[in-house]
């Protein structure tokens, strides 16, 4: 299984950032496994920011639900975030991965290289 997470490297504050992970080796239909969001700031923790379900269901931190929906193409087997109202705190590497818990940030299942994304004020 291989996830590839895409989309721009640089973004201005206010805009929304959309970042896609590509999915190869399985469905992101497969029974029970859920395709999770999660980011890691300069110098701080993973954050898990959301995540959608093998069946389409969504379910994000609280601390960002308004801001970051989870949509999902199953016939290009993606998903992607849309972060809105971006702002420079939002600056960090984005990782999506694949696990059987929606809401975890342990590297215990499938995990994208990550792509560094920089919101310039």
């Known amino acids: 299984v291989q996830l590839v997470e895409s989309g721009p490297g640089l973004v201005k504050a206010s805009q929304t950032l959309s970042l896609t992970c590509t999915v190869s080796?399985?469905?992101?239909?497969?029974?029970?496994?859920?395709w999770i969001w999660i980011r890691q700031p300069p110098g701080e923790a993973l954050e898990w920011m959301g995540a959608?379900?093998?069946?389409?269901?969504?379910y994000y931190n609280p601390s960002l639900k308004s801001r970051v929906p989870i949509s999902r193409d199953t016939s290009k087997n993606q998903f992607t975030l849309h972060l809105s109202s971006v702002t420079p705190e939002d600056t960090a590497v984005y990782y999506c991965?694949?696990?059987?818990?929606?809401?975890?940030?342990?590297?215990?299942?499938?995990w994208g290289p990550g792509t560094q994304v920089t919101v310039s004020s």
């Open positions: 080796g399985d469905s992101i239909t497969t029974n029970n496994y859920n």
């Open positions: 959608i379900s093998y069946s389409g269901n969504t």
């Open positions: 991965a694949r696990d059987r818990l929606i809401v975890t940030t342990q590297r215990n299942g499938y």
